[in-house]
């Protein structure tokens, strides 16, 4: 089988280990370094299990973009923790783990992993445009968060989802089949219909209101039913089409909403990506002198080892 093409959804999976390891974990000044090491160890996982020819760190060049709030002001508005008038807003994370991301960002450069963001965009938009771009390889995204789910497809080249939500001992690969029996979705459209599904539906956690009144198991039915969000929609509109009264009147009640949730929902295929320009894997570290000095500076000798080991060469 040919290698994959890995693109690691790295804020997800760094705020994962901060959570999961204790911030007892610290280097000798007391800097932090939980977050650190469990994305160091995360990454040597993926190169062990996943055996990438290729894999990119998808980073967020604005958690908010402001094509979405102009869109739905109410995304993610409940974790902005102070706005700015010269650059992206600021999100609430923890203070011990705002000092862990540049370390993470300089081990990465150390060891010759690639990285990539897009002014203005989000990770997952980095992720669906690399995504997007692939025609070769099968591409597998390793990340925590549902929303990627939409990605999932069988042509040009199979997208598949590395779902670590309950930590990497539990991780699933979801491709389409596997999406469209977990919410009941056609097989065929399974990534456009989870989309589509997640409209109605909403999440709290990014601000989505979603339809009152219309939950999971609605949402998948009425997308099963009529193919797409849009085509939901049109038949509502027709009067000899068979849609719930209720439904059609829930679905009026969030007409504005509707028209903005494709902009806010649909991951971007065609974001400005800038980054790394090789993102093969390395077969050893690009500075070992900087590694070694990282590890000892902050105390993450065993981590460090893990992913050093997991490299091809």
């Known amino acids: 089988m040919t290698a994959p093409l890995v693109l690691l959804d790295a804020a997800s999976l760094y705020f994962r280990s901060f959570f999961a390891l204790p911030e007892s974990m610290t280097a000798p000044d007391g800097t932090p370094v939980n977050a650190v090491r469990g994305f ?20 967020d060049a604005d958690w908010r973009p402001d094509f979405r709030v102009e869109a739905l002001p109410s995304y993610k508005a409940h974790r902005v923790a102070e706005t700015s008038d010269d650059g992206p807003d600021a999100e609430v994370v923890p203070d011990t783990l705002t000092p862990q991301v540049p370390i993470i960002l300089e081990l990465l450069e150390a060891v010759g992993i690639a990285v990539a963001e897009a002014e203005g965009y989000e990770a997952d938009d980095v992720i669906g445009t690399l995504a997007a771009r692939e025609s070769e390889r099968p591409v597998e995204v ?7 789910f939409q990605l999932v497809r069988h042509e040009p080249s199979p997208v598949s989802v590395i779902y670590v939500g309950k930590g990497w001992a539990k991780a699933e690969a979801l491709g389409p089949e596997e999406v469209a029996a977990r919410y009941v979705l056609p097989v065929e459209n399974a990534g456009a219909a989870y ?18 009144g219309i939950g999971e198991k609605t949402a998948a039915k009425l997308i099963t039913r009529f193919g797409s969000l849009e085509g939901l929609l049109i038949a509502a509109r027709d ?15 969030a007409a504005d909403y509707l028209a903005a949730a494709p902009l806010v929902v649909r991951v971007a295929t065609d974001a400005p990506v800038t980054g790394s320009a090789d993102d093969h894997v390395p077969a050893a570290p690009a500075d070992p002198d900087r590694v070694a000095e990282l590890a000892e500076r902050y105390n993450l000798g065993g981590s460090v080892n893990r992913l050093l080991a997991a490299l091809p060469g």
């Not at 040597?44 to 998808?58: E, H, I, K, S, Y």
């Not at 390793?142 to 990627?148: A, E, H, N, Q």
Request: hydrophobic fraction near 40%.
């Open 40 to 59: 160091a160890d995360t990454v040597a996982r993926v190169l062990t299990d996943r055996r990438p020819a290729r894999l990119v760190a998808c980073l």
């Open 195 to 212: 989309a589509d599904m997640s409209m109605l539906r909403g999440d709290p956690s990014d601000g989505l209101p979603g339809v009152q």
């Open 239 to 253: 009067a000899h089409r068979d849609v719930p009264p209720k439904t059609r009147l829930r679905l009026a009640e």
């Open 142 to 148: 390793v990340t925590g968060d549902r929303d990627l």
